[in-house]
């Protein structure tokens, strides 16, 4: 199957400080990325739809000044965690659609931010 | 409201005996379906899909699914447990187009 890779693997970083997580697809090219957070035991919650060239749609709560998403291109997002907190520690996932696949998501291995 | 319910959060089951994980959504209309494994320190993996075709869905690894309308269902089987099944499962309804919403996940162990 399709290859999506994240970077970094994990991050800590001091409180106030901004983290930016790349998301990208290896073998195809990705029109819509997909960002997820997941807290401890707990599921999968979608944060915002990434679209290249245009901007990412946020889902109800999540605060689009706080993760900036970027879609520089069709192989690549990114997620900036501003003026992070303790509260934002969590584990990002990022996903590609692959076109023509019929709505198949793709998920990289996952982020894990610490923010002390 | 709650699109999709996992009604295990822990399933135990003994390695060569069968494995069902449930799950049950909510839609007016016929949705797409997907169970997704995540294994420690693994990203998540496709297991199978249902978009409105046969409504017996063969996966990988001997997994299956069954789509339900009646029973607004779309539980997880395989006939015999291997060790490396051992991980956490996630049911999944796509909604909006392709917005997935996830299950809160059923973890599966596996005793020798």
């Known amino acids: 199957g399709a290859v999506v890779s994240q970077h970094p693997s994990r991050v800590i970083c001091k409180s106030g400080t901004s983290v930016k997580i790349e998301c990208r697809s290896l073998d195809f090219q990705a029109t819509t990325m997909f960002w997820y957070r997941q807290f401890p035991k707990q599921s999968l919650m979608l944060m915002a739809t990434s679209n290249e060239g245009s901007k990412a749609t946020y889902e109800q709560g999540v605060e689009k000044d706080k993760f900036l998403i970027n879609h520089a291109s069709l192989t690549l997002s990114t997620l900036t965690v501003t003026s992070a907190h303790p509260e934002d520690s969590s584990f990002y996932i990022c996903?590609?659609?692959?076109?023509?696949?019929?709505?198949?998501?793709?998920f990289g291995p996952g982020t894990r931010l610490l923010v002390l | 409201a709650q699109s999709v319910t996992q009604l295990d959060s822990h399933v135990s089951v003994s390695e060569g005996t069968p494995v069902l994980l449930r799950c049950n959504y909510s839609s007016s209309y016929s949705p797409s379906l997907f169970w997704y494994v995540q294994h420690p320190n693994k990203g998540l993996q496709l297991l199978l899909k249902?978009?409105?075709?046969?409504?017996l869905v063969k996966g990988i690894n001997g997994f299956e699914a069954e789509f339900k309308k009646s029973e607004t269902s779309f539980h997880l089987t395989k006939p015999s447990a291997h060790m490396s099944d051992a991980a956490e499962y996630f049911c999944?309804?796509?909604?909006?187009?392709?917005?997935?919403?996830f299950g809160s996940g059923t973890k599966l162990n596996v005793k020798p």
């Open positions: 996903s590609a659609e692959e076109p023509g696949a019929g709505e198949t998501q793709y």
């Open positions: 999944v309804v796509v909604r909006n187009f392709n917005k997935f919403y």
């Open positions: 249902y978009t409105s075709a046969a409504t």
